[in-house]
């Protein structure tokens, strides 16, 4: 019955791929039957098959709900003027003489009170690249800057689904590592930000006058009550509130102030939290502000729990034994780092999407963590500065491809801009060498 149920699964994958037009769906879903089949082909029995593919893929229930919510609060918050308020008073209040460094901190601070890189791209930072063109600045070093912002919060925010998928497998504590997250990320900010102003373009254009500012007047009502559903999710932040109740007293406030100020009825919110925002084709700032709602996450719930089955599979495999022996002998603490970026560039690369380089690395480098004695918070901050940033560097990874598609950059330009995702790495690397020199750190050879 087991087998049954695993096979059916794998089937309506396909077909719910293939019908929505998900390619990448299609195709880790056929890696995932391929690898299975080599498996058997080893002795492996398809019941073992799908026990393990079943344990490994039931680690990404808990992210899965966290995709759901992070859905309907990202719909939720436009109804209530949430995101469109953070648009407006980011747009007004932005000096054009530091528009990419501004840029950087608008999606920086957006995108930790989201959670979501794709969120935030698909609303502030759309709108953030129509103000650029509309004063003709470079839109590869706004759109560099945008993703480095987005990244800031898909790496740290509490709210975060790729944060809260690695402390799930890495068995953390998601505040500890939060907390790690901006330790190690501090320094790599600041130098972003130090870049960012540095190719500031002096424009004379006065951004108050763009007509966003009144087109977000005309549809929504922004006062400061708007901001309460990102009070809530930051003083539950403050005091460690499980990151599910404090989305679901976010999504509360969400609606009441959505009802009372907005004047949206309880069908508009079943509206959104199912479809996602949308108004009405006729107005302009229809194509800026939307999205959101559970249809957007399932395609990213769908990649999740199949890369967590498929890390199952490839286990029984066991094609990483001999990898295993090589980053063995490795004996400095930067190297063990260094290893474990290369290991994230190449599942990013081959699995094209962030889940699996996370789900992969974490498979691959976990046992060597493990066997060398170092902590599991180092191993969840070394996936969270290797795997989360570096797979939005790889240009047919839906991690940086998606977000790109939004903004509507074309080329490969804005990667080249996109500093935060490089010095992350960077920076963790070289402290790591300093201390292994000095012998700060040590580890179980």
Do not use: H
């Amino acid at each position: 019955m087991k087998n049954l149920f695993g096979i059916l699964v794998v089937f309506i994958a396909l077909a719910v791929s293939y019908y929505g037009e998900f390619n990448i769906g299609i195709g880790i879903t056929l890696v995932l039957i391929i690898s299975s089949l080599l498996a058997m082909k080893k002795g492996n029995s398809l019941d073992e098959i799908v026990k393990i593919a079943y344990l490994k893929g039931k680690k990404s229930f808990l992210v899965i709900q966290i995709f759901f919510l992070v859905g309907i609060v990202s719909s939720l918050w436009i109804n209530s003027g949430t995101i469109p308020g953070i648009v407006y008073y980011g747009i007004k209040f932005m000096n054009p003489s530091y528009f990419y460094v501004l840029a950087f901190f608008i999606s920086s601070a957006a995108s930790f009170l989201l959670g979501s890189s794709l969120g935030t791209a698909g609303t502030i930072g759309i709108a953030i690249i129509a103000v650029g063109r509309g004063i003709g600045v470079d839109p590869n070093i706004a759109g560099g800057a945008i993703l480095s912002g987005v990244y800031f919060g898909d790496r740290c925010s509490p709210v975060s689904s790729s944060a809260n998928l690695i402390a799930t497998l890495t068995e953390t504590n998601l505040y500890t590592n939060i907390k790690n997250m901006f330790r190690t990320g501090t320094i790599p900010f600041l130098l972003t930000a130090f870049l960012y102003n540095l190719l500031a373009e002096k424009e004379s254009v006065i951004l108050q006058e763009n007509p966003l500012i009144q087109q977000i007047q005309e549809n929504f009502t922004i006062t400061p009550l708007v901001f309460l559903p990102v009070m809530v999710i930051l003083i539950c932040a403050i005091f460690k509130i499980n990151v599910k109740i404090s989305m679901l007293a976010s999504i509360v406030m969400a609606i009441i102030i959505g009802k009372f100020i907005q004047n949206y009825s309880f069908l508009d919110f079943m509206r959104s939290i199912i479809l996602g925002f949308t108004l009405n084709r006729d107005v302009p700032l229809a194509l800026i502000i939307k999205g959101g709602g559970l249809i957007s996450v399932w395609k990213a719930c769908l990649i999740v729990f199949i890369s967590c089955s498929l890390s199952g599979v490839i286990e029984k495999l066991e094609i990483l034994n001999n990898f295993d022996k090589v980053l063995m002998s490795i004996k400095s603490r930067g190297k063990i780092f260094l290893s474990t970026l290369i290991v994230s560039l190449v599942t990013a690369a081959l699995g094209c999407n962030q889940s699996i380089a996370v789900v992969m690395t974490n498979e691959i480098m976990g046992k060597i963590y493990e066997k060398k004695e170092i902590p599991k918070e180092e191993l969840a901050i070394d996936i969270e500065n290797t795997g989360i940033v570096v797979s939005a560097l790889i240009p047919w990874n839906i991690a940086g491809m998606i977000p790109a598609t939004m903004m509507g950059l074309s080329g490969l330009s804005y990667i080249g801009y996109s500093f935060y995702l490089y010095l992350i790495p960077l920076v963790s690397f070289v402290t790591y060498a300093v201390k292994s020199k000095n012998k700060i750190i040590e580890f179980q050879e």
